[in-house]
């Protein structure tokens, strides 16, 4: 079973709207990390969350973790196309570093 | 500096042959992953090193896949023989320490097509 559940699967979004991206998870995280991906590429680290209640934001982008350290959301603001691309949560769930991942989330942004 | 290098980036072969890759880790990580992403999904783990010893391989389908890490720098991943099931991308990535929760840096992943 999928331990990291990410909402939407997939998303289009016009040029300069707002949208966010969901990730929940069903044991308390020790860590949760957003990456971006494009299509045949690595993954570009976002940001990393470790405490509860933290929000980072860079640029355009801001995640935030819940106090419960349970789940996660990824916003972007004046969504542009070179946001476009594949949105991954993954998570230390047992302290040992590897990361469990979602099944990302598919962004597209119109003109 | 230099990001994880991996090698090659693509790779087609018949079922039931072998293959491998490889993967150069930043300068100075001692901890080096293996994921496989299959289409359409996250990545995931296979094996974990720390250094030159292996932390987890729980999910490494041993009889069929493999792993090394010389001298707790570089590492390849062989798969012998191939089925079709393997067809995925395979990253490598690597952080600085596992005593702590740090970044994980990804390389840009070898495409593997099974035919």
């Known amino acids: 079973s999928q331990e990291l559940e990410q909402s939407p699967q997939s998303l289009i979004v016009q040029e300069g709207k707002n949208l966010t991206i969901n990730c929940t998870s069903s044991?308390?995280?020790?860590?949760l990390y957003w990456y971006k991906q494009k299509y045949g590429e690595g993954l570009i680290f976002l940001m990393m969350?470790?405490?509860?209640?933290e929000e980072k934001s860079h640029e355009k982008i801001t995640a935030k973790l819940d106090e419960k350290k349970q789940q996660s959301s990824l916003h972007i603001t004046a969504s542009q196309p070179s946001h476009a691309g594949i949105y991954l949560c993954g998570a230390d769930m047992d302290s040992g570093y590897a990361l469990n991942f979602g099944k990302g989330t598919s962004l597209l942004v119109t003109p | 500096e230099a990001g994880v290098a991996q090698s090659p980036r693509y790779k087609i072969i018949e079922k039931r042959q072998s293959v491998a890759f490889w993967c150069n880790p930043i300068s100075g990580h001692a901890t080096l992953y293996w994921y496989q992403q299959i289409l359409g999904q996250g990545p995931k783990l296979l094996i974990q090193?720390?250094?030159?010893?292996?932390?987890?391989d729980s999910q490494l389908p041993k009889d069929r896949f493999s792993a090394e890490r010389l001298k707790g720098v570089d590492s390849t991943l062989k798969i012998q023989p191939a089925k079709l099931e393997d067809s995925a991308v395979y990253l490598c990535?690597?952080?600085?320490?596992?005593?702590?929760?740090?970044?994980?840096?990804f390389g840009p992943g070898t495409r593997l097509t099974v035919l």
């Open positions: 969350l470790q405490k509860g209640g």
């Open positions: 090193f720390q250094n030159n010893g292996v932390v987890d």
């Open positions: 044991k308390t995280l020790y860590g």
């Open positions: 990535a690597s952080s600085r320490t596992s005593g702590s929760i740090s970044e994980q840096f």
